[in-house]
Structure formats: structure tokens, C-alpha cells
């Protein structure tokens, strides 16, 4: 067996309504009964909705100073995280709280670890670049997608409007907080596009080629994709049911357990320029060139898709070879795109032939994650990608 590295979220609390309880919680935290502020890190959509009251409530009921910094957009450019770093400082915080989706929980986990070192931002970005120690950080997901609540990941969009990764097991959470109640409110379009994103990193985890693929990484893969397949449809067709979300909420941690420890691959990297270029939501740009990597993908890992089919769709035939069950699994991924209401094609989302060249150099761009892929793809490969998924 090769050597591996497996590394996630120290404590995972999960439990219906338990962000209401999210002060009690952070009591188990090394934080100076002194020094008790703690930075609340959010976007204006949570605040509008009243999805973090209780859980700011709480955490003042428990003697804790809230500073708020609601202030989070999707895509985060580094330049909002070093305005937020500077809220920190300004006011002495001990601890910071991540409530949201990926965006959110990406900016709490840069400010928990900026606000706490001298290293600069620009020398963080890469694979095990970031030095120093953070802040306790707690993170609380409100979509189930991301993953990042146990990701050592952070993606932030730089200046040049280009995504890059900050990628340290020092941002790993102390505490992931799980509660699928903060999720009953998600519109079907969103719940589809969070779910695809989270599918997406049980995939691409279980086809991962990186150095350290582990065999922990393709379990959890394969019981996320397990729960995520047959959780989404009734999640996105009937918002309510408490047993379809709390499904996908745990499918979504654990396929970001899968995924922080066997990177994701072309998918994302290809993703990535969509969503940076055009700011469609990151889940959707998965969504949109998932069918055309995974067709170029399939000479190389056809049977590898072949034993993720029926987790998906259990009715599926596996009794034939493995490259026709990879094809008809791959044809009716896109197919669930169009039954969860999901933009089909890239021109949907006002993506042009004229724009290929530019995603295409962009997506090169991208070697973090390309190195992963199970295929070797090349530009020209990326362009013709694309091409396919206008």
C-alpha cells in the first residue's frame, strides 16, 4: 500500500438546530474568558434571512462579544478577506466563526489565519505555503456542497480575476458544525447547484490521481455519493423534508473529507474560469462541464465510473462491460441536470465560442488541481471541453 496523509476537522458536531447552540460550543474552546470576542463571518443574503439570529443570540447569552462582518460575496477576492483581516485586528478578536456557504467559510479560514501571522497573503497561495498558527475557528455550513467546513482549502479570486488556492492543513477547523436545519430555507436552484458541486468531489476524489489518493478518501467518496444521489432529487423537489437534507448535508461533509485528502481534478480546474470569468455560481460551473470532462476522462478511469454508477442510479444495468455502464452513468449525470432544473449548456449562462480561447488559457492555469486528473488534458483538450459543453 502507498503511503498516505489523511488529515480533517478535529470535532464534527452535527444535529438539528445545534448553530443554535453554537456559544455552548465554542465553551469547549481554548479562548480567555478575558479575551472572549469573537469575529462572526457571513454574507448580507444570511443576515437578510434571519438564518444567523439564533446563533449570534447565543453566542452573546454565552458572555461572547460578537463582531459582525457580513460582508461576503460570492467568489471572494482577496482584496475583501485583507478588509476583513483588518476588522480583526482592529478589534483584538480570539476567535472566528465561518456561517455560510463555501464562500464564507474560505474567508473565515483566511482571516482565522491572517489575522494571526505576519506571512503575507500573496505568499500563502499554493500547496503548504501558509506558516504560522490561526485563530480557533469554528465554521457552520449552510448549504450542502462545498464541503469546506473539513477542507484545508481556501479559493479566493486575486486581482487579475484568476482563483487560486490556499492549501494547509493549518486551516482545517477546530469545530465543523453541522446543522441541515439552517438548509430547509435553500431554493430548489441552489440546493440543485450545491449538491451537483458536492457529487462533483466524491467523482473526482474517488478518480483522484494524486500521490496521495488513499483508500479512506474512496470509501467516504463512495458512501457521499451514495447519500448525495439519492438525497437530491427530493431535496431540490421538496425543500421541507428534514430526512433529504440532513442526507445531504453529511453527504456533502463527507465527500469534502474525500476530496481535501484526494484533490479534486479537471472538473474544477476547468470550472474555475467560469465561474472567476463570468460569476456563475461555482456549483453550476461544475455542473456545466462535468458531462464533457467526464466523456474524456472515461478511456482512462471508464471502469473506475462504472463502479460509482449504481450509488447514483441503482436501476442501472451492471452486468455489461465497464465502458458502457461509465457511458450511460456519464449521460445521465447530464441527464439529472436537466431534471434538477440546471442550466444545460454554457451558452445558457452567456458563455460564447468566442470565449473558449480565454477559458482554455485560463483552465491551464489551473495546475494544482490537473496534476489529479486521470487523463492528461492538454489546451487544446480544455478548449474542445468547452466547446462540447456550449
Not at 476588522?87 to 474567508?107: E, I, R, W
Not at 479560514?109 to 491572517?114: P, V, Y
Not at 460564447?352 to 487523463?375: C, E, G, H, K, Y
Request: charged letters at 15%.
Amino acid at each position: 500500500m502507498d503511503d498516505f496523509t489523511f488529515n480533517t476537522t478535529a470535532s464534527i458536531r452535527q444535529g438539528w438546530g445545534t448553530a443554535a447552540k453554537l456559544g455552548d460550543i465554542l465553551g469547549s474552546l481554548p479562548i480567555p474568558n478575558d479575551q472572549a470576542k469573537v469575529l462572526f463571518v457571513t454574507d448580507p443574503g444570511i443576515m437578510k434571512l434571519g438564518l444567523a439570529a439564533d446563533a449570534i443570540e447565543n453566542l452573546r447569552a454565552c458572555g461572547l462579544d460578537v463582531v459582525i462582518y457580513d460582508q461576503v460575496q460570492a467568489d471572494p477576492k482577496a482584496a475583501s478577506v485583507l478588509e476583513a483581516v483588518a476588522l480583526a485586528k482592529q478589534h483584538v478578536v480570539s476567535c472566528v466563526v465561518g456561517f455560510g456557504g463555501g464562500s464564507s467559510m474560505d474567508v473565515a479560514k483566511m482571516i482565522a489565519l491572517l489575522a494571526n501571522t505576519d506571512q503575507p497573503l500573496d505568499d500563502m497561495y499554493g500547496v503548504n505555503q501558509a506558516r504560522g498558527t490561526r485563530l480557533p475557528l469554528v465554521l457552520v455550513p449552510t448549504t450542502a456542497g462545498t464541503g469546506s467546513e473539513v477542507t484545508a482549502v481556501s479559493i479566493l479570486t486575486t486581482g487579475t480575476d484568476e482563483k487560486k488556492g490556499v492549501v494547509s492543513p493549518i486551516l482545517l477547523p477546530d469545530i465543523a458544525v453541522l446543522d441541515a436545519k439552517l438548509t430547509l430555507g435553500l431554493p430548489p436552484h441552489i440546493t440543485a447547484a450545491t449538491g451537483v458541486d458536492a457529487m462533483v468531489h466524491a467523482i473526482e476524489a474517488y478518480t483522484s490521481r494524486s500521490p496521495n489518493s488513499n483508500p479512506i478518501s474512496r470509501v467516504l467518496a463512495k458512501q457521499a455519493l451514495a447519500m448525495l444521489g439519492s438525497g437530491i432529487r427530493q431535496a431540490v423537489m421538496n425543500g421541507s423534508d428534514r430526512q433529504a437534507r440532513e442526507q445531504m448535508l453529511l453527504g456533502s461533509m463527507l465527500a469534502g473529507q474525500a476530496f481535501a485528502n484526494a484533490p479534486v481534478a479537471a472538473v474544477h480546474a476547468l470550472a474555475y474560469p467560469v465561474g472567476s470569468l463570468f460569476h456563475v455560481p461555482h456549483g453550476l460551473s461544475n455542473a456545466l462541464v462535468l458531462e464533457a470532462v467526464m466523456r474524456f476522462n472515461a478511456p482512462d478511469c471508464g471502469a473506475e465510473y462504472a463502479e460509482l454508477a449504481p450509488l447514483v442510479f441503482p436501476d442501472i444495468d451492471i452486468t455489461r462491460d465497464a465502458q458502457t455502464i461509465s457511458a450511460e452513468f456519464i449521460e445521465r449525470l447530464g441527464q439529472l441536470n436537466v431534471e434538477l432544473g440546471l442550466a444545460r449548456g454554457l451558452q445558457q449562462v452567456g458563455i460564447t465560442a468566442s470565449d473558449i480561447p480565454r477559458l482554455a488559457t485560463d483552465a491551464m492555469n489551473q495546475t494544482r488541481l490537473l496534476v489529479n486528473n486521470p487523463r492528461t488534458l492538454k489546451q487544446e483538450d480544455a478548449a474542445r471541453i468547452y466547446e462540447a459543453s456550449l
